[in-house]
């Protein structure tokens, strides 16, 4: 059966600081990858999304990044921090066009 | 205009009781629809997908009005374990699968 895992499951990081959250998948291959994030009491909001190696496209112009090194690797990344990068940031999977996605366990960021 | 809108509740109901979330999206080409699950704190669950026919799941029902770009999810005798958000997710056509959510709505049953 599939499998997502997120990691750290909460982390607080002072401005300015760099960012790195990790997220891989088992029994699956070729996935279609995505980083969330959800804000204190709001919806969620697509940054990015991945369709293989290498491949990765923005949806919101921001300080964040990321990357696809492995099939079933997805990191996020950033170089420094800012207040508005606190948030509730989830990674998720899906097989093709037309099914839901499965979601990591989410990372809790606090950015004091 | 957001993509997709929902009443954000919350709903208080009791326990056994029926209700029912409505949701509208703007994109009349959207393909796909869900409805998913949210827990405190917690990561979004698929709760079920929604069909142009209806579809039912227990004590769980979803209808999907592509005409009134209108999806309703209905749960009927409610449990206190039904307290949680409830996300009404879209596909528009085309690309690579990406999911719009709505903000949810907030569900909160009591004994």
């Known amino acids: 059966s599939q499998t997502i895992h997120q990691w750290p499951a909460t982390l607080v990081q002072p401005v300015g600081s760099p960012l790195s959250l990790e997220c891989t998948v088992e029994?699956?291959?070729?996935?279609?990858l995505y980083w969330y994030r959800q804000a204190a009491g709001r919806g969620l909001q697509l940054l990015f999304y991945s369709v293989g190696i290498g491949q990765i496209s923005s949806e919101v112009p921001q300080n964040l990044s990321a990357s696809r090194p492995q099939d079933r690797q997805f990191i996020l990344s950033s170089k420094k921090l800012l207040l508005s990068d606190s948030g509730f940031y989830l990674c998720?999977?899906?097989?093709?066009?037309?099914?839901?996605?499965?979601f990591g366990s989410g990372t809790r960021l606090t950015v004091v | 205009r957001k993509e997709v809108e929902q009443d954000p509740g919350p709903f208080n109901v009791p326990e056994g009781a029926t209700v029912a979330f409505n949701c509208t999206y703007s994109?009349?080409?959207?393909?796909?629809f869900f409805w998913y699950r949210q827990d405190c704190r917690k990561e979004p669950k698929l709760l079920m997908s929604?069909?142009?026919s209806g579809n039912e799941d227990g004590r769980f029902t979803a209808q999907l009005n592509r005409a009134s770009q209108y999806i309703s999810l209905l749960i009927r005798d409610s449990k206190l374990s039904d307290s949680a958000t409830y996300l009404c997710v879209v596909v528009p056509s085309g690309g690579y699968n990406k999911l719009i959510f709505g903000a949810g709505t907030r569900l909160a049953v009591h004994p």
């Open positions: 994109n009349s080409a959207s393909q796909s």
């Open positions: 998720a999977w899906s097989v093709r066009q037309g099914y839901g996605y499965t």
């Open positions: 929604v069909y142009s």
């Open positions: 029994g699956t291959s070729n996935p279609n």
